[in-house]
């Protein structure tokens, strides 16, 4: 079969030709000189440069807590014809909307301010409970922690549907 000869053979070829790429036959080549390592320089690295950077460094204390009052934000305005404004209010009562809330963010976000860095402290916390001298604290019904107040009634006993509540 010629055919199955020529494949063969072109096989054989093929081999050869990609074994003489990878095999120590022919003429050797010659080296390629090493390359010249330069003296380090003396000053810090990239890596150093980069780790070292202070972001805040022009103000230090812009992300403090409290920082917002120093920081000169202040809300747009709503102008009539150009900005968006809830259907049935006038551009005046929406910015009175506007300023009202921003004016209760502004008081409670002072409010927290002032609470900030306040702590109890834990050793006369529990001296008061009582318990560093008995365990009566841990008959109560709360166990000994503090309850929060909260704002709803979570009893139930307002919002039972008429046919539940007790006469």
């Not at 910015?95 to 502004?106: F, G, L, T």
């Amino acid at each position: 079969n010629i055919t199955n000869m020529k494949y063969t053979a072109a096989l054989v070829l093929a081999a050869a030709v990609s074994t003489e790429a990878f095999g120590p036959f022919g003429a050797k080549k010659a080296a390629a000189p090493a390359p010249v390592k330069e003296a380090p320089k003396a000053g810090k690295s990239i890596a150093a440069r980069v780790f070292e950077m202070d972001l805040f460094a022009p103000v230090k204390d812009q992300n403090d807590y409290g920082a917002r009052g120093r920081k000169n934000l202040k809300q747009g305005t709503i102008s009539a014809g150009s900005s968006y404004i809830p259907s049935g209010l006038s551009a005046d009562e929406y910015n009175k909307i506007r300023k009202d809330a921003s004016v209760k963010k502004e008081a409670n976000y002072q409010r927290n301010v002032a609470k900030a860095g306040k702590f109890l402290d834990y050793t006369k916390f529990y001296i008061e409970r009582g318990t560093d001298t008995n365990q009566s604290w841990a008959k109560s019904v709360t166990k000994g922690h503090r309850m929060a107040k909260t704002k709803y009634d979570w009893s139930g006993e307002e919002d039972k549907p008429l046919w539940a509540k007790k006469q």
